[in-house]
C-alpha cells in the first residue's frame, strides 16, 4: 500500500540524518550557535536502550582514542603515525592531522555534555590501550560501556536542547531522498514516517547514517545499519571511496545460526590481556606481526580464519583467564556472554570474525563537505581518509565527535550565505516513494557473506554482481523496503569497488590478488544512471585520488 501523502514540507536551518555521535554531536552545536535543526533518526534519539533501532554509536565498547595534554608518553604525532601504520597505505596524513589534533577538545565537549569516563583510583582520567595503538590512549567508561555512556548522555542533551523549541527529533524515521535543485545543490530530504510521507527543506543536509553492516548474515552493528546513507549520496550524485575496506572486527561472539547482530567482544580485553587460542590452546597470531594480539584488525581477523581453516574448528577462542575481575571490568561482555548461554567464568570465549565497521564511505573534506553542494557526511558514512584500508580502534568516535562538531560550523556559514530553500510541496512526497531495485535481504546476506567478506575473488565477485543486476524495481513506501532498497545499492557498490581493486590490502584480501601494489590510490565511484561508475583522474576533484604520497582533499 502507498505512503499517505503529507500536504506541508517542514522547514530547518539543518537536517540531519541519524543520531549517533556525530548526528548528536552536530546537533547540540549547530544548536548552540542558533539554527533551526532537524534531526530525523529511525530509533528514538533520547531512548538508546531500544536495542532493535540503536545506533552502532552505542554499540561501541572500547572507548575512545585521544591525545591528552596530560600524558607524557604520548602526542598527537605518534597517534597520527598509528593510524598511519594501521592503515595500509591509504590514510591520508592531511586529513588525519587536524582530526587528531582535535581530539581533545572534542572529549572535553563530550563531557560537558554529560559523559562521565572512567577514571583511575587517583581520580585521574583512566586509560587502556587496543590493537595498533602504541600507548595507553583509550578512554572508557563503564567499563566496556563507552558507546552507551555516550549515547544516553548526548541523548539526555539533544532531548534538554530540543525543549528550547529551535531543535526538531522525528523519530521512526527513514529518509528515502536527499531532493536538490536544479543547480544541483541539497535542499531538504524526504522520509517515511508511520505509513506517511513527509518532506523538510533546508539549506544543509548532514548524512550521520552509520554504516552497513547488515550486508552480511552475522554482524555487530545494530538492525538500523543498513547502508542508507551510501545509497541517498549515490542518488544525490556524491561520490563514494574505499567501499571495498570493511572491517571485520577479530572477536565477534561466536553463536552458529544466528542471523543479524552478534555481541562483539571488545578489543579492550586483549588489551588488559586476553589472549587469541585456537581450539588446542595455541597463538593464534604467533609469528604473523609484531604487536601479536593488539596487531591491526585486519592481521588478526585473517589470522583468526587462518586457524580456524587449519584446525577445522567453527571457532578461536579468547582466552581471558589471566584477566582478574572480568565481570566488574567487561559488564557488556558478561551480559552479552551470558545472554547466549555461556559464561566468561570459564576463561574462554568463543569468537570468530565479524562484520564490524565501514572505512571508507561517502567521500568528504576535511570539513563534511561532499561532492553535492549543501551535503554533508560525518561518521562512519563519510571517508574522510582517516581510516585508509583498515581503522585503527577507537578511532571512529573520535571522528564521528570531531567532524559532527565541524558538520555545524558548515551549516552555520550556509546559513548566512544561502537563502533557505523550499520544497515542492506536490512534487516532495512524490519522491519519497519513488522505486528502486530490492534484492530479497537473506539472498544478499548470504551472496555477500560467501565471496565479499574477508577474502574475495573475481569468480565470486562476478557472481554477486549479477545476482545484484537481476534485482527488481519495488516503490519505498515501507521501512524495510527503503532498507533493502538502500542494502542493494550499497552492495552494488562495495562489490564494484572489490572488483577493481585487484590487490591485497587492509580489510580487502583478495585470493586471485594476494600481492600488494607498490602504490596505493583510493578509487572513486558515483551512480551513472543506475550504475556504480569509477571516476577516471579527469573527473574527481582534488584529493579524491591518492597516488604514493597523500594528496590532501580541497576546502
Not at 561520490?239 to 572491517?247: N, P, R, S, T
Not at 609484531?290 to 582466552?319: E, F, S, W
Not at 548461554?341 to 564490524?356: C, E
Request: aromatic share 2%; charged share 20%.
Amino acid at each position: 500500500m502507498a505512503a499517505a501523502l503529507a500536504p506541508v514540507p517542514a522547514h530547518a536551518d539543518l537536517v540531519i540524518v541519524g543520531a549517533g555521535i556525530a548526528g548528536i554531536t552536530a546537533a547540540l552545536t549547530a544548536h548552540a550557535a542558533g539554527l533551526r535543526v532537524t534531526v530525523l533518526h529511525k530509533g528514538q534519539a533520547w531512548n538508546p536502550d531500544r536495542a532493535e533501532q540503536a545506533t552502532s554509536t552505542f554499540y561501541a565498547q572500547g572507548g575512545i582514542a585521544v591525545v591528552m595534554p596530560t600524558n607524557p608518553d604520548d602526542s598527537v604525532d605518534l597517534h597520527v603515525a598509528d593510524t598511519i601504520a594501521a592503515g595500509a597505505g591509504l590514510t591520508d596524513p592531511a586529513a588525519t592531522r587536524p582530526i587528531v589534533d582535535a581530539g581533545w577538545a572534542a572529549v572535553t565537549e563530550l563531557m560537558a555534555w554529560g559523559t562521565r569516563f572512567d577514571r583511575d583510583p587517583r581520580g585521574a582520567l583512566a586509560r587502556t590501550r587496543e590493537g595498533g595503538h602504541s600507548v595507553r590512549r583509550i578512554l572508557h567508561a563503564g567499563g566496556d560501556a563507552t558507546g552507551a555512556a555516550i549515547q544516553r548522555a548526548l541523548g539526555a542533551a539533544l532531548t534538554g536542547a530540543a525543549r528550547a523549541g529551535t531543535i526538531e527529533i522525528v523519530d521512526d524515521a527513514v529518509v528515502t531522498r536527499v531532493l536538490t535543485d536544479r543547480e544541483g545543490r541539497a535542499t531538504g530530504v524526504t522520509y517515511l514516517r508511520r505509513g506517511a510521507s513527509h518532506a523538510v527543506a533546508a539549506p544543509t543536509v548532514l548524512l550521520a547514517t552509520g554504516g552497513a553492516g547488515h550486508l552480511y548474515p552475522a554482524t555487530t552493528n545494530p538492525a538500523g545499519a543498513t547502508g542508507d546513507g551510501i545509497a541517498l549520496a549515490l542518488r544525490a550524485g556524491a561520490h563514494v571511496a574505499d567501499l571495498e575496506f570493511i572491517q571485520f572486527h577479530p572477536t565477534m561472539l561466536y553463536t552458529p545460526g544466528e542471523r543479524g547482530r552478534r555481541t562483539l567482544i571488545t578489543e579492550a580485553i586483549r588489551g588488559e590481556g586476553g589472549r587469541l587460542v585456537d581450539v588446542d590452546g595455541r597463538s593464534v597470531t604467533a609469528g604473523v606481526h609484531p604487536q601479536g594480539d593488539l596487531a591491526p584488525r585486519d592481521v588478526v581477523a585473517n589470522a583468526a580464519i587462518a586457524a580456524i581453516d587449519r584446525t577445522g574448528h567453527p571457532c578461536v577462542y579468547l582466552d581471558i583467564s589471566g584477566i582478574a575481575d572480568v565481570e566488574r571490568r567487561f559488564p557488556t561482555v558478561t551480559a552479552g556472554v551470558a545472554a547466549a548461554g555461556l559464561s566468561v567464568r570459564s576463561g574462554r570465549i568463543p569468537v570468530v570474525p565479524g562484520a564490524h565497521y565501514q572505512c571508507g564511505g561517502v567521500v568528504t573534506d576535511i570539513h563534511t563537505r561532499t561532492a553535492v553542494p549543501g551535503l554533508l557526511a560525518a561518521g562512519e558514512v563519510a571517508r574522510t581518509g582517516l581510516h585508509g584500508a583498515n581503522r585503527l580502534a577507537s578511532n571512529s568516535l573520535l571522528e564521528g565527535v570531531v567532524m559532527g562538531i565541524r558538520a555545524a560550523g558548515v551549516a552555520t556559514t550556509a546559513r548566512g550565505e544561502r537563502r533557505s530553500p523550499t520544497v515542492d510541496a506536490a512534487a516532495a512526497p512524490d519522491s519519497a516513494v519513488m522505486s528502486a531495485p530490492v534484492l530479497d535481504r537473506a539472498v544478499l546476506q548470504d551472496a555477500m557473506g560467501r565471496h565479499v567478506a574477508l577474502q574475495r575473488d573475481a569468480s565470486g565477485l562476478t557472481e554477486v554482481a549479477t545476482l545484484l543486476a537481476g534485482a527488481r524495481p519495488v516503490p519505498l513506501d515501507s521501512v524495510r523496503a527503503a532498507e533493502d532498497a538502500a542494502l542493494t545499492m550499497t552492495a552494488r557498490a562495495v562489490v564494484a569497488a572489490a572488483a577493481a581493486r585487484t590487490e591485497s590490502r587492509g580489510c580487502h584480501v583478495r585470493s586471485d590478488h594476494p600481492e600488494t601494489a607498490a602504490t596505493a590510490r583510493s578509487r572513486v565511484f558515483r551512480l551513472v544512471g543506475d550504475q556504480v561508475t569509477e571516476l577516471s583522474p579527469v573527473e574527481m576533484r582534488p584529493g579524491e585520488m591518492r597516488t604514493g604520497e597523500a594528496v590532501p582533499l580541497s576546502g
